[in-house]
DNA sequence: CAGTGGTCTAGACCACCAG
DNA sequence: TGGTGGTCTAGACCACTGC
């Protein structure tokens, strides 16, 4: 099968690709054509190609390895991305209006746990921080957070009643390397009390910590209203 | 500040620049030179800025506009890339021994709720098809599925004890729209005894819908065992 | 309208790795 | 070790959009 028009821009020549797979004319785990052959049947330049079939693999729809050639993927791993704004955009960008309470903030030394995730010491300056996210004056979101004082001297002058923590930081510690988990778990008494809900209702949790270099930064517990759904695209 | 040595591939200006902007010598919200300038500084042709930047945008650092010129993004949505591979896959690499055991399979017109799903009518003919997958041995993930037949005929002629509708489908039926929703649910009677849990355990709750064009392909509620965590890099 | 990013091209060289 | 993808270059034109 041959092409009648000319795909001269990499969008098209993708979709043309993508129609083939999907139309089951290369199956999984074909070889496709090199880059120069199907450059020259479509009408382009390789590099076009190129840009295609290298948006491709990384969609995860092909293989490829040099000398071994371009396979259509036999396991096609999905890849979802997760945008994670800000709380505060989440929540606006649904329409609905967004407060924050910060619950309580104290300087202290962290918990084992703490320590363990951050890769800290057990003695170390750091900020403790909860608060609360709410959706039209409902509650969204509880937040209980450790930062590293040492690692971000600033966070203690910023006030952190009129910008969240989780926002604070996005603007002025930068990181390099971040962990994220989602998890299903019981309300305690607190968090449902805080959340006002009840006791053993199931949340969603989400787990956060980053870390600058080998400087652990903050470690966050994300803590759900019941009924919360993480939401995407394949 | 300029370099000394030339950075002439596009790996070492994206390093370079994400580095500028950790230390903040470009802070959130600032212009950065345009791509013309920043070649001539770093040596290199204004196609391998393009990429660096590119990539940099993609990864939610940057924000371009054409005539606007580019920044450093105010609120770096961060993009958390979920591999959602085959579970075989996903338990096979964690070194675990894979085991599926399909509980049934039947052929009759889907319930309201998947109707709406799949926008399909309820008198449609599908496969209803409820199974489990297993880590050493233990119960790992609960699946109750819904397949137009319809859209893939040839499902019915697959023998889903052997291979999983899961895995089935990503092999024989490629989709072009995909849905993915993730939340916390109480486990109802019936899923904590197959799960050889108890009843309201919180679970991590997994709903998959996937299309081909217009036409729903399959449904799918994955109810994981207590304890899972959903688990990815920044 | 003019400036900026977005893309295409033709050609070249390089890096990796299967045979 | 040769074939394939990975990348760089210089130049060109285009498309969007702020002024």
Redesign the interface.
Known sequence: MSTTTELTNWQSVHDEVLRR??T?EWK?GDQIPKEVELAEELGCARATVNRALRELAAEGFLDRRRKAGTRVA?????????????IR?EIEGRGQKYTYGLLLSERRSPPPEICANLGVTSDSDMLHITSLHLADGKPYMFEERWVSVAATPEIVDADLSKISANEWL??HA?????????????ASENEAKILRTQK?E????IE?T?W?GEKGITSARLVFAP????????
Request: charged share 20%; aromatic share 8%.
């Open positions: 797979i999907h089951r999984p036999t396991h096609p791993v999905r890849r979802a991305r997760l945008d994670i704004p800000v955009l996005v603007l930068p990181y390099t390397k971040g962990d994220i988990s989602f998890s299903a778990v019981l053993n199931p949340l969603f949790l956060r980053t600058e009924g919360y759904r993480m939401h995407t695209a394949l």
